[in-house]
């Protein structure tokens, strides 16, 4: 989808995920994300969002946070007593399994509670991810994005310019139902969570709402 996702060039999907890896790999990048109180505070900060969440009624019985690279936000919802792990390209043991988050061919149709990304950047194509997640959540099952909107420098593989058209028109199954913007621990981040509805009736209706709600309140430019 050219028109709507602007996307770094690479000669085949192997570069791709060479390229990945080889960030995520960085033996000084992930030792200093692994120092104590950098790690412990990454947490503090994950499991004061996902209580907040837990209180909305959102369930994390089973969840799977996608791109989680060292784990914190895993470590969090353990704390908080879900059923969760973490894929990535590189491996974490023991909460973070090697995958790639747009090919989840490890997971079953309609299984998973929850996911849970903050790295929808490093994607080649965002379409993949959510179609994936779109196909293994269960009906009524919640996808939780932190997106940097307009984060293109080195490490990002794509950006999409047009968010209202793909996050209201191109997510599958996924109905948008809130959003907003949200301060994280590096940039300011739009916070969007979407629901599986199996239902088109139903799922139309909530998409109409949202876009009614959502879009005048600025999602391209302001608050979501």
């Given at each position: 989808?050219?028109?709507?996702?602007?996307?770094?060039?690479?000669?085949?999907?192997?570069?791709?995920?060479?390229?990945?890896?080889?960030?995520?790999?960085?033996?000084?990048?992930?030792?200093?994300?692994?120092?104590?109180?950098?790690?412990?505070?990454?947490?503090?900060?994950?499991?004061?969002?996902?209580?907040?969440?837990?209180?909305?009624?959102?369930?994390?019985?089973?969840?799977?946070?996608?791109?989680?690279?060292?784990?914190?936000?895993?470590?969090?919802?353990?704390?908080?007593?879900?059923?969760?792990?973490?894929?990535?390209?590189?491996?974490?043991?023991?909460?973070?399994?090697?995958?790639?988050?747009?090919?989840?061919?490890?997971?079953?149709?309609?299984?998973?509670?929850?996911?849970?990304?903050?790295?929808?950047?490093?994607?080649?194509?965002?379409?993949?991810?959510?179609?994936?997640?779109?196909?293994?959540?269960?009906?009524?099952?919640?996808?939780?994005?932190?997106?940097?909107?307009?984060?293109?420098e080195d490490h990002a593989a794509s950006e999409i310019i047009e968010p209202i058209r793909f996050f209201f028109d191109n997510t599958e199954k996924l109905a948008l139902i809130t959003g907003g913007i949200v301060d994280t621990m590096s940039n300011p981040a739009w916070q969007l969570v979407f629901k599986?509805?199996?239902?088109?009736?139903?799922?139309?209706?909530?998409?109409?709402?949202?876009?009614?709600?959502?879009?005048?309140?600025?999602?391209?430019?302001?608050?979501?």
């Amino acid at each position: 989808m050219p028109d709507i996702i602007k996307k770094r060039e690479y000669k085949d999907y192997d570069e791709y995920t060479a390229h990945q890896i080889e960030k995520t790999a960085d033996p000084d990048r992930r030792a200093r994300l692994l120092q104590e109180f950098r790690f412990n505070e990454k947490v503090k900060y994950f499991k004061e969002k996902f209580q907040h969440f837990l209180d909305s009624g959102i369930n994390f019985g089973q969840t799977v946070c996608l791109g989680a690279r060292m784990g914190e936000e895993i470590e969090a919802l353990l704390q908080l007593g879900a059923d969760c792990y973490g894929v990535d390209l590189v491996p974490h043991p023991p909460h973070v399994r090697e995958g790639d988050f747009q090919d989840l061919h490890f997971i079953e149709d309609g299984t998973i509670d929850t996911f849970y990304t903050n790295s929808l950047d490093h994607a080649s194509d965002p379409e993949k991810v959510f179609s994936e997640a779109s196909r293994c959540l269960k009906d009524g099952g919640t996808f939780i994005l932190d997106y940097f909107h307009r984060h293109w420098e080195d490490h990002a593989a794509s950006e999409i310019i047009e968010p209202i058209r793909f996050f209201f028109d191109n997510t599958e199954k996924l109905a948008l139902i809130t959003g907003g913007i949200v301060d994280t621990m590096s940039n300011p981040a739009w916070q969007l969570v979407f629901k599986k509805i199996e239902n088109p009736i139903e799922r139309d209706k909530i998409k109409n709402w949202s876009r009614i709600r959502w879009v005048g309140n600025g999602l391209g430019g302001g608050r979501v």
